[in-house]
Nanobody, 124 residues
Framework: QVQLVESGGGLVQAGGSLRLSCAVSGRTLSAYASSWFRQAPGKEREFVAAISWSDGNTYYGDSVKGRFTISKDNAKNTVYLQMNSLKPEDTAKYYC?????????????????WGQGTQVTVSS
């Protein structure tokens, strides 16, 4: 059973930064792809970023390119999302997800394991 626990969310002013963490535990394999999605009130869940565990290839949603960086620490089984130049429209609950494949995807339906989410609020 794979478990994902997000942390690092909070309240920040526009232009500020936050780093989210996703600690992965359980029967994990080295060839998983991980991602971050977010969901704002009244909106659909949106792809933010993804990373492949084995080769570290990364992918980003258009709205966060150049501002967010996804990374991983294999030894700590942790995925990070560094968020810079935050905007009020980045306000959402951020979810970490993993799939049993090394191929990262922007499609949330392909991810089997999900965390409970961490709230990020950006004030103007």
């Amino acid at each position: 059973q794979v478990q994902l626990v997000e942390s690092g969310g909070g309240l920040v002013q526009a232009g500020g930064s936050l780093r989210l963490s996703c600690a992965v535990s359980g029967r994990t394999l080295s060839a998983y792809a991980s991602s971050w999605f977010r969901q704002a009130p009244g909106k659909e869940r949106e792809f933010v970023a993804a990373i492949s565990w084995s080769d570290g290839n990364t992918y980003y949603g258009d709205s966060v390119k150049g501002r967010f960086t996804i990374s991983k620490d294999n030894a700590k089984n942790t995925v990070y999302l560094q968020m810079n130049s935050l905007k009020p429209e980045d306000t959402a609950k951020y979810y970490c997800a993993m799939r049993g494949s090394n191929i990262a995807s922007t499609r949330e339906g392909l991810y089997r394991y999900w965390g409970q989410g961490t709230q990020v609020t950006v004030s103007s």
